[in-house]
């Protein structure tokens, strides 16, 4: 079991930044690959970005792709995403997810979930 928990999430303006964190309680974090998604009011949760348990590979939305950076530091069991130049369609609920296998863009390939950070972007 991998109980995951979002934070940094908020209320910025367009073109600010945040950095979202994900917490993750098992040991073996380092076996786990870890992904990003979001979702906005009325919108089904959609990919953001992931990366494997090493930290090589990594993918992205093309929506964020050159704004946002998944990165990961196993000796923290910490995922991250970093996200500059927000836009007001950013705006949702992140969360964060856990599959003991190679990253993926598919929501349903991930065994664990966090309970979401919410960030909204104001233009």
């Known amino acids: 079991q991998v109980q995951l928990v979002e934070s940094g999430g908020g209320l910025v303006q367009a073109g600010a930044s945040l950095r979202l964190s994900c917490a993750a309680s098992?040991?073996?974090?380092?076996?786990?690959?870890m992904g990003w998604f979001r979702q906005a009011p009325g919108k089904e949760r959609e990919f953001v970005a992931f990366?494997?348990?090493?930290?090589?590979?990594?993918a992205y939305a093309d929506s964020v792709k050159g704004r946002f950076t998944i990165s990961r530091d196993n000796a923290e069991n910490t995922a991250y995403l970093q996200m500059n130049s927000l836009k007001p369609e950013d705006t949702a609920v992140y969360y964060c997810?856990?599959?003991?296998?190679?990253?993926?863009?598919?929501?349903?390939?991930?065994?664990?979930w966090g309970q979401g950070t919410q960030v909204t972007v104001s233009s």
């Open positions: 997810a856990a599959r003991s296998y190679g990253g993926s863009a598919y929501l349903y390939e991930y065994n664990y």
């Open positions: 098992s040991r073996t974090f380092s076996n786990y690959a």
């Open positions: 990366i494997n348990w090493s930290g090589v590979t990594t």
